[in-house]
């Protein structure tokens, strides 16, 4: 079996049920469920033995080593983290002891684990770090796309937090051996994506008659990655990517917010018009910049296509329409996240370690 960290936020949640529908290897899933996780998500595999769900913190290093010896998974995969670069600006502590603290002590109870392993299982193992290509900084406009050599430069309190978790991630390998492997990726869109982050919010808010908010001129460009392409992509990495390697995951559509924000209104007006028969960009509005924010980010994915042979299945144009149907068809998810409702599900429908 495998133990997954932060499945129950959005990429982890996408990963675990891919993972089950696709595989009969049972998975122990550990997270915290701070305010980004949402145990709903995760209510189709409610009864599903191959699913076994903890609430814990990584950074609990009795619980994980407890969950070491009792399930010895082959393998860990690392998404648990505080992942919102806004909340990290009003205050960055979380972000500082889950990033940090949190994949230090994950990082020594797993490394505890395994040096006890025989040297078979010991050689087969892998820990699976997920991290983004925020830690590289901003790119001047036309720059080449961050390949995995480019310098870090994180520059948000989130990105600092993220990179300093490569590293950690990196010295357990170089001093102590540890089979890891890390994965950086762009900016994911899709399903069950927690709507303070751009599409679903502005999709959500769209809907709801509410202002879309453009941070700035909105010409920052992100590059957008379908999420289940993102779970293709790690799944790759752990079944034969090279130990001590790091692979960036991209998906080669750089665009800017303020495209984006036009095409999910176009999207809208196509298939839930305003009652008023307006277009949604009438509800665009300009607000203040982020400070620090980042201007543009691209990654160039060719180290995984190359080595390990992996491409995404979904265009821009394909993955959005996917994501306005999805949300368009789970008005009850979206209801229960901005309720706080999905808060209550664990009491009700899963047991606490
Ligand atoms: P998310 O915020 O939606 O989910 C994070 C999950 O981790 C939540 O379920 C939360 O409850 C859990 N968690 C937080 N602190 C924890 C702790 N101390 N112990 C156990 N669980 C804890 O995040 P996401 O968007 O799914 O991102 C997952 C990972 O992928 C993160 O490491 C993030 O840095 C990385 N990443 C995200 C993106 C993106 O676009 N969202 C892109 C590249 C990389
Ligand atoms: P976000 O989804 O927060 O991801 P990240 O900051 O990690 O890239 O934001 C994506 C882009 O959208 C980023 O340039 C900030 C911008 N943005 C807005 O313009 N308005 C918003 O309300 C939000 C949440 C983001």
């Known amino acids: 079996m495998i133990l997954v960290t932060g499945g129950a936020g959005f990429i982890g949640a996408n990963f675990v049920l891919d993972w089950l529908a696709l595989h009969d290897e049972p998975v122990i899933n550990l997270d915290k469920l701070t305010y980004a996780g949402n145990p709903e998500t995760l209510s189709s595999l409610q009864g599903d033995a191959r699913h076994r769900f903890v609430q814990g913190d990584i950074g609990d290093s009795a619980l994980v080593s407890r969950l070491m010896t009792e399930y010895r998974p082959r393998a860990v995969v690392h998404f648990a ?18 990033n940090i603290l949190g994949t230090f002590r994950l990082l020594e109870a797993v490394r505890t684990h395994w040096s006890a392993l025989p040297a078979s299982h010991k050689a087969d193992f892998r820990f699976l770090h997920v991290s983004t290509d925020e830690v590289y900084g901003s790119l001047a406009p036309g720059a080449p796309a ?57 999709i959500v808010n769209a809907l709801a008659g509410k202002p879309l908010p453009v941070y700035g001129d909105g010409m920052q460009v992100r590059d957008w990655l379908y999420v289940k392409d993102h779970c293709s992509a790690i799944r790759r990495v752990l079944e034969a990517g090279r130990v001590g390697e790091t692979y960036n995951v991209g998906g080669w559509n750089e665009k800017p917010n303020i495209e984006i924000v036009h095409t999910i209104c176009a999207l809208l007006d196509d298939l839930r018009p305003r009652a008023d028969g307006a277009s949604y ?14 201007r543009r980010y691209a990654i160039d994915a060719r180290k995984l296509e190359a080595e390990l042979g992996w491409k995404p299945a979904e265009t821009f144009e394909t993955g959005i329409r996917k994501t306005v149907q999805w949300y ?26």
């Not at 991630?169 to 399903?191: D, E, I, K």
Request: net charge negative; charged share 15%; hydrophobic share 30%.
């Open 328 to 353: 368009l068809e789970h008005g009850d998810w979206v209801a229960h996240v901005q309720s706080g409702a999905y808060r209550q599900w664990i009491t009700s429908h899963y047991e606490a370690a």
């Open 146 to 202: 961050f390949n995995e050599t480019h310098a870090y430069e994180p520059n948000s309190p989130y990105s600092a937090s993220k990179a300093a978790s490569d590293h950690l991630v990196r010295a357990w390998h170089h001093t102590h051996g540890l089979p890891v492997l890390t994965t950086n990726c762009s900016n994911n869109y899709g399903p069950f994506h927690f709507p303070e982050k751009l599409i679903p919010l502005m």
């Open 81 to 98: 983290a505080e992942s919102h670069v806004d909340r990290s600006i009003h205050g960055a502590e979380d972000f500082i002891q889950t």
């Open 281 to 294: 960009t009438t509800q665009i509005t300009h607000v203040k910049d982020r400070p620090g924010h980042d």
